[in-house]
């Protein structure tokens, strides 16, 4: 174990994590609802340090990032557990995983940040990201390789709920490049049924405060659950947010759902779903709005919004052409807010 970073000692031996948004109150011998920190004599420690459940090299087009480095490679890097427990969630195995001390070093395999580097240079990858599970609760470890990363010349990026508090990300913000964040829904009724929730409006704070105090490259992920979340009023709200908040060349993912665990009798999402809210998005005047896990649509590529021309076309996560230099347009110019 490693003694973690944000945490406030409270009296009785208690500790509040100042983490993630749950600010759990932990009692001594107790852990927060990740299970992975723990109050040991009335300080709080991490049990995960270096311990990774799974590591590969993807493309960054899979975290999704379509305006982020396109085409480049980046080394994915999880671990174990999760602050959140969504219905639906597709990673299961390792976010309702949770280890214990003595468990831990059995099931996992150790990567230092160092290692991690390494990695990332042996195999060509342009950067790493911390993703499968929420990384914020992996906060010391991904911290200190965000440092080293920077340092090595590396693009670091979060795939996130967007719980992390703002004491947190200002430690750091300084190091890191991108967040693919999901905005679940858009609405206290929706978001209840995807996940038990604190005030998810703190997740937009969060997003806000990562784009304006550290300039934080943000594109948004809404996996379109069928009669939770695919309200059509909903969906143009969040893409109002979208807009006034985050700028209307902000990228904006909308999935496919397919059935899965407690939501497993629910059906995938229609195409014709994706579509319309697509076209929701791009009527409320944002400028990059892609439907994802439907390979082959036409709504995977990236549109000029000026000359209307496809500058980056892909076919799932591989780039069929790319006509773009300095995040512009190739054919007239055009900023599109893509990070080269």
């Not at 390789?145 to 693009?155: E, M, Q, T, V």
């Amino acid at each position: 174990m490693e003694k973690a970073l944000v945490w406030t000692k409270l009296p009785n031996n208690k500790v509040q994590c100042n983490l993630c948004h749950f600010h759990c109150i932990i009692p001594e011998g107790k852990t927060g609802i990740c299970k992975v920190r723990v109050n040991r004599n009335g300080e709080l420690f991490t049990i995960l340090n270096s311990y990774a459940s799974s590591v590969a090299v993807d493309p960054i087009e899979k975290k999704p990032l379509y305006h982020f480095h396109p085409g480049t490679t980046v080394l994915s890097l999880g671990t174990w557990s999760c602050n959140f427990r969504c219905k639906g969630c597709q990673n299961y195995e390792l976010s309702r995983t949770f280890p214990t001390e003595n468990t831990i070093r059995e099931i996992s395999r150790e990567i230092t940040p160092a290692q991690a580097v390494k990695l990332a240079k042996k195999y060509g990858a342009s950067g790493i990201a911390w993703t499968y599970n929420e990384p914020t609760i992996w906060f010391e470890y991904t911290l200190e390789s965000a440092k080293l990363a920077k340092k090595n010349g590396l693009y670091t990026v979060y795939v996130t709920n967007g719980s992390i508090t703002q004491e947190a990300l200002d430690l750091i913000g300084p190091y890191l490049d991108a967040f693919s964040v999901d905005v679940k829904a858009f609405s206290d009724k929706s978001y209840r049924e995807i996940t038990p929730i604190f005030d998810w409006h703190n997740i937009l704070r969060t997003i806000e405060y990562a784009k304006n105090k550290w300039n934080i490259h943000i594109e948004i992920v809404t996996n379109i659950v069928p009669t939770i979340n695919d309200n059509e009023e909903e969906m143009r709200a969040l893409a109002r947010w979208i807009k006034e908040k985050l700028g209307k060349k902000t990228p904006w993912h909308i999935t496919r759902f397919f059935p899965f665990l407690e939501l497993s009798h629910l059906p995938p999402t229609p195409i014709e779903t994706l579509e319309k809210i697509r076209d929701i998005g791009m009527e409320e005047g944002l400028e990059f709005v892609y439907a994802g896990n439907v390979l082959g649509h036409p709504y995977e590529n990236t549109y000029c919004p000026r000359c209307k021309r496809i500058v980056i076309k892909r076919m799932g996560f591989e780039i069929e052409e790319k006509h773009t230099h300095n995040g512009r347009c190739d054919f007239c110019g055009e900023d599109l807010n893509i990070v080269e």
